[in-house]
Every structure is written in C-alpha cells, then in structure tokens.
C-alpha cells in the first residue's frame, strides 16, 4: 500500500489535498501521489481543504478551520450500520472524488455562491458555511470519457469538472464548472447552461 496525494484546483477558488492509501499495480506520480486501476470498492481518503493560496488570498471555497487554521481536513467518519457515513470522503468505484457531510452536525464548507458569474439575474444564496450535501469531482479524456482518479497520469487532467451540491432555505442548488455536456442533466435550465470553464487536478 502506497501513500497518496493528489493536488486540485478549481473554479471555486479552492486548491484540496486528497490523500489515502491505495494499491498500486503500475504505480506512478501525479503530484506526489501514485495510482493503479480503478478501484472495485470505494477508497477512504482525506480532504484538505485550504482557505488562502501561497499568497494569502481568500479563495472563493474554504474550510471552517474544525482541525486547523488556515484549512481543515475532512475524513470517512461511519456511523451505525443502518446510517451509513456520517461524513464520506472517498474516491468511488466510479473512480471520481467525493466529499459529502449531510449525515450529520457540525462539519460544513464556506462557499460564495453569490459571486458573480456571466449575466446572473436570479436571487442567489448568500455566501458562508453550508453543510455539503455532495461535492464531487471528474476528469475525461479527449472523447469525453470519464477517467478515473487512480488513472490519471503524472500530468494530471486539466479537463476536470467539480460540483457542490447544498441546501439553502429547503431548496437544493448546486454550483457547477466542467465540460458541457456532460455533467449538466436536469440541473440547467430548459435552454442549457451558461459556458463553464474547467478544473485543473
């Protein structure tokens, strides 16, 4: 089993750390990290999420300091068995990354869903701490094809999408950047979605 690391950067402004312990059959380093196949079962790892770049700049998505200043890390807390995970945070069978802290109190992510972004016309939510109902990640290829996490080369993929899904006043919004298509499905108007830019892993 190796240690792992993997560095993403995104439209939220965000750079996390992901780090977990993964079999390897061809290892290789993508930022100080070493991947093999996909996995056939969901692979714990550890979040960190940091609040400021190298240079002190809030970032428009940053942690809420719960076990450290400056970033936090969010790891797999399981509860009982009929409740599932109380946080999960873990690369799935999917081989995309995930991040989900609605099974319980007390962890949340600050996000600023009211920056702007094109012509915004509508009401939005305002920005500070939301307990993430799901944050996830993927990479694709040239056709389009999702490419697992543990696949990803030494170059990383700047071809990424990443979502955080959150509830506001009962009603669930989700703040979204990748590919378009695909990643879009019922959650854009009848007209489609706006361009979006990517996410660099």
């Known amino acids: 089993m190796n240690r792992n690391k993997i560095l993403f950067t995104t439209f939220f402004g965000v750079s996390m750390l992901v780090t977990g312990l993964i079999g390897v059959r061809s290892p290789f380093t993508s930022v100080e990290a070493a991947f093999g196949p996909s996995p056939s079962v969901a692979i714990n790892v550890t979040s960190t999420i940091f609040d400021a770049d190298q240079n002190g700049a809030q970032y428009l998505t940053r942690s809420d300091d719960y076990n ?37 109190a007390g962890r949340t992510v600050y996000i600023t869903p009211n920056a702007p972004a094109g012509q915004q016309t509508s009401t939005v939510p305002p920005a500070g701490y939301y307990v993430i109902q799901k944050a996830y990640s993927a ?47 019922a959650t854009c108007p009848s007209g489609g979605c706006p361009s979006m830019g990517l996410t660099k892993v």
């Open 139 to 185: 990479c694709r290829n040239a056709a389009g094809t999702v490419v697992p996490y543990p696949d990803l080369t030494i170059a990383g993929s700047g071809n990424c999408s990443m979502a955080i899904n959150f509830f506001y006043g009962g009603v669930l919004y989700k703040l979204l950047m990748g590919p378009v298509p695909p990643d879009q499905g």
């Open 68 to 104: 450290g200043v400056g970033q936090a890390t969010y790891t797999t807390i399981t509860g009982t068995k009929s409740s599932g995970n109380l946080v999960t945070s873990q690369i799935g069978t999917d081989g995309k990354w995930y991040l989900a802290l609605d099974a319980q």
